[in-house]
């Protein structure tokens, strides 16, 4: 009998006897492999966590004991176990279960997460609920190493640690590789612990806690243990009783330590050691590669496509950054631990000492760049547009307000497809335009960006790029490093009675829908400084005034037009059309912008739809305007 397949919740995990969780295990293992690889996913993390999870359920009465899963890309196993396993086929699809915790989804993900860094806060919060409400449950934070990287762990380890008499537990899942390599002080530390045995620390600490073979094992390893930094050390002051480190896969250490944890008061800190892609020997030795997959078979692993896909602008950024370093030796490139994602291998290898990854810290990316930039350097702060939003206050307070030369790149405008609302670059247009100094660019093509890079680097202030994730249209790219005129668009089609204002990716489907209504489209490249001059130039030769973007309608780009003919003191009926003000779910991203109306077909419908006929008037003259 398979195990798993009478596992409808974790009170069934908790019905099993001991010996029968490492064949759940195993079990649970296999069935991740198969169903990520029928969806694709996140599999290494998933991989990784499995005995944890396993773990977990059966010591802790979940959910009245509260789980929440940092970043929670590792919570495939969970989901499986907590009700949702008939349901992983719609993985990360299109009204299916998303690939991370959802609060609406389950009872059992008490905390939405996807971005870093947030679990230990959130399950202080619910153990300091639990306390003011005479509740005696327990709050247990998994966190990886990467994200312990962010200032905000230690902000909530901090206010944590003072609070003795809370039933809190904060897991640290040391399994050495966040996204990209790890980095920083904390990782080196944690590195040189884990290279001496894995018990070795277990003499000095945790000794009402371990179980007493772990303690003989620690003993017979006490020679490696001699001069060895014990990270109870570092945590202990922060007022948590430390315990570990232990093997994250061996049940027979997991669950009769956590299982000792649960009668202890107060903090407790629980490290424990696993290995990304466990049990796959191919994720095991590519654990980046396996990070996020496509749909793939298993016995094969992934292959590289048959067929050569379209430069994406994430390649775009890649190599425009190489080249302009190899012209300016000012540049310093900077990611907040997304190397891979961000587009930035190559350059790290073509320029090793001006790249800085430092870890999972968008606050710490800007302010650092700015302090770069004070001193006569060039950085070049690549992030995604999601994670920018955690660096607000330094963008407006660090850069902006003292005008500092720094240029974002931002990837992951607009929406993403499978990741969903989390990762969604949707509000970028809106919360970037109203900084003063800020130079703000959405290109409609690849070489555009190319193009749009080059200006906002040689702006001397802060300017960011916006584009979206994956390929373009296949604009052929011109090597040369040109720039364009700041604050001035393009018509792309000359048309009559309807003009459609169009910002970056929005522009080729304005040009489909323009076609079916025969309307002026302008490829307005600039949200700040808007081209005004165009704006009224539009405004004087149509009836009607159309704006289309990838972003939210509110204090979007639409809205800046707006802004504008009011300055203007024109009055003409302006139809704004971008996303809706709502978080949009996961699903396949062409028909994620269908659905929003932000296609060929659903822009010319809700042109029609609001204008219906427009008054007969003469043809003539025609809008004529200079595209050089």
Not at 249 to 272: A, M, R, Y
Not at 294 to 307: L, Q
Not at 451 to 479: D, F, S, W
Request: hydrophobic share 40%; aromatic share 6%; proline share 5%.
């Amino acid at each position: 009998m398979n195990l798993l397949d009478n596992i409808d919740d974790p009170a069934d995990v908790r019905k099993l006897a001991r010996h029968q969780l490492t064949p759940l295990a195993h079990e649970l293992r296999h069935y991740l492999l198969d169903s990520v690889s029928k969806t694709g996913g996140h599999l290494s993390s998933n991989l990784g966590t499995v005995e944890l999870t396993v773990a977990l359920h059966y010591v802790f009465n979940t959910p009245y004991d509260r789980i929440v899963w940092d970043v929670g890309h590792q919570t495939y196993s969970h989901k499986i176990l907590t009700g949702r396993r008939k349901q992983m086929h719609t993985l990360r699809q299109m009204d299916g279960i998303s690939g991370f915790p959802r609060r609406v989804e389950s009872e059992y993900d008490t905390f939405g997460t996807a971005h870093s860094s947030t679990s230990i806060s959130a399950a202080l919060g619910m153990a300091q609920a639990a306390k003011i409400k005479g509740e005696h449950r327990h709050a247990i934070a998994v966190i990886g190493d990467g994200s312990m990287t962010a200032g905000m762990a230690f902000e909530a380890l901090n206010n944590a640690g003072v609070q003795e008499d809370l039933n809190l537990l904060v897991i640290l899942n040391d399994n050495d590789m966040s996204i990209s390599p790890p980095v920083g002080a904390l990782n080196r530390y944690l590195a040189r612990l884990m290279s001496g045995q894995f018990y070795a620390a277990a003499k000095n600490v945790g000794k009402s806690v371990l179980p007493a073979p772990v303690l003989e094992l620690a003993k017979r390893f006490e020679e490696h243990a001699k001069g060895m930094v014990v990270p109870a050390t570092m945590f202990e002051e922060f007022g948590f009783n430390y315990i570990g480190p232990i093997d994250g896969h061996d049940l027979e250490s997991l669950i009769p330590t956590l299982e000792n944890i649960k009668k202890l008061k107060g903090p407790q800190f629980l490290h424990v050691v696993t290995k990304k892609g466990q049990g796959y020997k191919l994720a095991e030795a590519e654990p980046i590669l396996y990070h996020g997959t496509p749909k793939f078979n298993p016995a094969e692993g992934i292959k590289p496509s048959a067929t050569p896909a379209k430069i994406t602008y994430t390649e775009v950024f890649g190599n425009w950054l190489c080249d302009m370093a190899k012209q300016d030796k000012r540049l310093v490139g900077i990611t907040p631990a997304m190397r891979e994602g961000s587009g930035m291998v190559r350059f790290e290898k073509e320029n090793p000492d001006r790249y800085f990854d430092v870890g999972i810290a968008e606050q710490h990316a800007v302010t650092f760049g700015a302090g770069l930039a004070c001193e006569g350097l060039k950085p070049v702060v690549a992030i995604y547009s999601t994670f920018l939003q955690r660096a607000y206050d330094q963008l407006i307070h660090d850069v902006a307000l003292q005008n500092l030369d720094v240029t974002f790149a931002l990837d992951r405008a607009g929406l993403v497809g499978a990741d969903g609302a989390t990762h969604a670059g949707n509000y970028d247009l809106a919360y970037l335009r109203c900084i003063p100094n800020m130079v703000v660019m959405a290109p409609s093509d690849e070489n555009e960006c190319r193009q749009m890079l080059t200006t906002g680097y040689h702006y001397e202030g802060p300017a960011a790029v916006r584009y979206p994730r994956g390929a373009g249209i296949g604009a052929a790219i011109a090597p040369a490093l040109t720039t364009i005129e700041i604050g001035k668009g393009e018509v792309k089609r000359q048309g009559k009675k309807i003009a459609i204002l169009a910002f970056g990716s929005m522009v080729a489907p304005s040009l489909g829908a323009a076609e079916q209504l025969d309307a002026t489209v302008a490829n307005m490249r600039f949200v700040k400084p808007l081209d005004v001059e165009l704006v009224k130039l539009l405004a004087a030769t149509h009836d009607v005034l159309v704006t289309v973007e990838e972003g939210c309608i509110m204090g979007g780009a639409g809205a800046a037009v707006a802004e504008a003919l009011a300055n203007e003191a024109i009055v003409k009926p302006v139809l704004m059309l971008g996303l809706p003000d709502k978080f949009i779910d996961h699903g396949d991203p062409a028909k994620l912008l269908s659905l929003a109306g932000l296609d060929a077909n659903g822009i010319a419908a809700s042109i029609k739809a609001r204008f219906g006929t427009l008054p007969a008037g003469s043809d003539e003259p025609r809008l004529v305007v200079n595209n050089g």
